[in-house]
């Protein structure tokens, strides 16, 4: 009998364990770390800790979402140290954030999960719908202006988006649908002087098409009724892998000026530094990165805000020049400056061209800055000019997986993904031996994040055992 009661207890655990099953492929978008939304957001849950508040793993979207993503549904976002999972509670339009990639603005506790630095940007995120880490059943409460007149409620604590709810009156012989508010977590219904009779039946339905109900028995303002359930939430796609990896960063890094999401500033021992000097300038280029590095040691650091998944390239090319003939340029990754890359010839007052292999440089699978130093004891100015990454055919491929666009999320870069990330196992180019020892980090393998499939599966083994267990 303790076994049975253990067992039920253990089924109980694993059933309410919170799980976030992945509902799209996974793609690109961008993520800042912001302070946490103390006021209320446009979805209407109150402040963060509020009683209709999902808490404070939660985001603001940009308008590229308007289409395709509601209030309450859930994001697992990946930025440089791992993932998490937030709920939308705000959106924001207009001048108010960027919108030309999907954005993500997220709160310090969010964040923190994802990156070390709090208050940055995340260019190259990964971010995929995910079902939320809910626990117990959808509920819903009276907003403070309801009536018999006019039905005003919010729904909180979904699992998986919401698409519709309706309401049928003790009177009404057919249900009604409610009117979602300005976009937000409240639906409403009124008919011109109908005054509802209660108890009103409320059923949502969810994004994929399951029904839950809940009766309320009056309209009593900013009471929390209980629906019976929270909605099934389907399998994971096809092919998801256990998180997503940080998305690919574009290949251009300067071409005149520098791509969005650069800086120089963990630039060491330098003087002179402009990345727009327009006279020097390589073939039909505009301008050119000139920088006077001083002495031996001196270095060029190019950083990516939120830094970038190497495993995407093979290496890097880029142009550069000389003030005389310099024998110790040489190039590498964040502070690994004695496992470096050197050219073959002296570097000129010409303009020459280079190719970079990342297999010829000690890396992690994700970086920070790449850096184009000196190790010669005299002073040399450098133009550089064209830098780019070098795409690599090994880079994990994209899925053909139709479920991101069949629900609207696809204005975006898809983001590639591996059957080598399903298993969890680190990713490493096959047509480079080296880089096995030197992959020090192995950021990506969350073979324990949050992120687990669907735990009915393991409940069932449970109520197996028990079966099994209580024939003796
Ligand atoms: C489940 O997630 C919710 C919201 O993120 C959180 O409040 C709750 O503590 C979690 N429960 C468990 C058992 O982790
Ligand atoms: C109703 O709630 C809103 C916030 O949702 C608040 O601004 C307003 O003052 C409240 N009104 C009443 C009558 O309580
Ligand atoms: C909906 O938005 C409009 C315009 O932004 C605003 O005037 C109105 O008060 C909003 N309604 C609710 C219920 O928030
Ligand atoms: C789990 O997946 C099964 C299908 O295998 C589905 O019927 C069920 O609704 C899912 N349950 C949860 C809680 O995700
Ligand atoms: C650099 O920019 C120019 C003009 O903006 C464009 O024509 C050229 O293709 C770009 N080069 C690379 C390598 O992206
Ligand atoms: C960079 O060089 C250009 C000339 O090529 C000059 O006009 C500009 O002022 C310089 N910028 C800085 C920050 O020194
Ligand atoms: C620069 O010009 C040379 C010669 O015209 C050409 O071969 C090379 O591809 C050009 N490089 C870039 C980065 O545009
Ligand atoms: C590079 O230049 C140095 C002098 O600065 C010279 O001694 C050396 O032979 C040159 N190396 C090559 C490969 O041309
Ligand atoms: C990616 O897909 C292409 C074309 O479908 C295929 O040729 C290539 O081998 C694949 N690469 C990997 C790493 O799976
Ligand atoms: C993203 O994936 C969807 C569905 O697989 C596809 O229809 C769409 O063209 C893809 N978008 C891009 C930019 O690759
Ligand atoms: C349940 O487990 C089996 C293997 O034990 C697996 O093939 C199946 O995909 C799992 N289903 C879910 C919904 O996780």
Partial sequence: MRILILLLSFIYIVNSTNTSVPLTQCMSGKVIGTEPLTVYGSCGYGSYNGETTPGTMTATLNQIFYASARCGDCFEITGPKGSTVVRAVNFCGGNECSNDRPYFMTTPNAFSEISDEPLSTIYDAGFRRVSCPTEGPLKVRFQNDTSEYYVNV???NNNVGISSVSIKGANMPN??????QN?????SWSQAGFKIQFPATVTATSLYGDKVSVVLKSSDRLKVYEFGKNFAVPQKVVGSPATCLLAKTPTCIYNDSFSQGYDTWSSYSYKDLNVSDTTVTYNKSKASLHINLIGAGSYLSITRAGQFQTDYFKGIKFAIRASRVWNGFNVFFGQQQESCWKPSTNITTEWSEHTVLFSDMKHQHIEKAINFGNKNENDVIMWLDDISFITSPNAPNITAGASAGSEGLNPMTNQTTTTMQMTGTPYAPSEDPTVHGSH????????????KSNSTNISIIFVLLFVVLSMF
């Avoid at 249900?175 to 979602?180: L, V, Y």
């Avoid at 020090?440 to 949050?450: K, L």
């Fill in 154 to 156: 919010l729904l909180f």
């Fill in 175 to 180: 249900a009604a649908e409610m009117n979602r």
């Fill in 183 to 187: 976009n937000s977590a409240t639906f």
């Fill in 440 to 451: 020090s980090g192995d950021e990506m393998n969350h073979e324990s994040s949050a992120i």
